[in-house]
């Protein structure tokens, strides 16, 4: 039986959030093999949306994962097939490197001793976000920087087919802004799918397949880079005038004045 091709199916999603409602009738499929960028001003709802497709908020309309409603996934089996990684990336406690990024392990039945496999999916993790050196270190003692890819390398690790980004390039240095995306590129040409959210419209435009524009927790555009970040679209949405130009048949996007 072939894979359903949508990953994610979001209909008329919304959520109340201290009686304000933040995100409001989304729709919004993803499809295997989509990177996805989420854009908006502050407020829009992005990391509301993110989290209600997470299932960490309680939401009206419906989630499907693979054809298969979110209420129905138990909380492993949706830990299986979605993996969040959050804005932030606060570790509390000085656990090895190493054990932070086997904890992703957990939903596939990893005990306290890793199989072959397990370790397998914990080295290939922290090898792709480049923390295998910091493998024994408690990872307090890195900087913001590197515990973000310790973050993603612990997301990774779950093997998840679809990857949700909340600012995955925050505290991050250019290279591995652009390293980071790059994963999550491979992460979707492999038969995955990622929702990411991302400030930097630059970075959206170049690595994007699509883009969803939120505000005021509505869609306003939903589609290819070129065709949704307008000059237009720029100054009524984030109050930007734009300088827009093409390198290597890619948008390139340069917020200049406020509006």
């Known amino acids: 039986m072939n894979a359903p091709a949508d990953i994610l199916t979001v209909s008329g999603l919304s959520v109340r959030l201290g009686g304000r409602t933040v995100v409001d ?25 993110l989290k209600a497709v ?7 309309g419906a989630i499907a994962i693979e054809d298969t409603p979110l209420s129905r996934l138990s909380l492993a089996e949706r830990a299986r097939r979605v993996a969040y990684l ?19 392990r957990l939903p596939r039945g990893a005990g306290a001793d890793l199989s072959d496999v397990d370790r397998a999916a914990v080295m ?6 480049g923390v295998t050196d910091y493998a024994g270190r408690p990872v307090t003692t890195l900087s913001g920087g590197e ?6 390398a612990r997301v990774l690790a779950t093997e998840a087919r679809l990857l ?8 991050l240095d250019p290279r591995y802004q652009l390293i980071v995306l790059d994963i999550l590129r491979r992460h979707a040409d492999n038969g995955g799918a990622v929702v990411a959210v991302l400030h930097d419209l630059g970075l959206a435009a170049r690595h994007a397949d699509r883009i969803v524009v939120l505000d005021q927790g509505r869609i ?6 070129r065709e949704v970040l307008t000059k237009p679209l720029l100054a009524k949405t984030f109050g930007v005038n734009a300088q827009i130009v093409t390198l ?7 917020p200049w004045t406020v509006t």
């Open 147 to 152: 515990r973000a890819r310790v973050a993603l």
């Open 86 to 104: 959050p804005q932030g990336h606060v570790f509390h406690w000085p656990l090895a490197v190493e054990d932070i990024v086997a904890l992703g």
């Open 220 to 225: 306003v555009a939903d589609g290819a880079p």
């Open 54 to 60: 997470a299932g960490l908020l309680t939401a009206r």
């Open 248 to 254: 290597v048949d890619a948008p390139v996007v340069i």
């Open 25 to 49: 009738g989304v729709d919004l499929a993803i499809k295997r093999g989509e990177l996805v960028v989420v854009v908006g001003p502050n407020g829009a709802g992005k990391t509301t949306l």
């Open 124 to 129: 290939r993790a922290m090898a792709d976000t």
């Open 164 to 171: 949700l980004a909340d600012e995955p390039t925050a505290s």
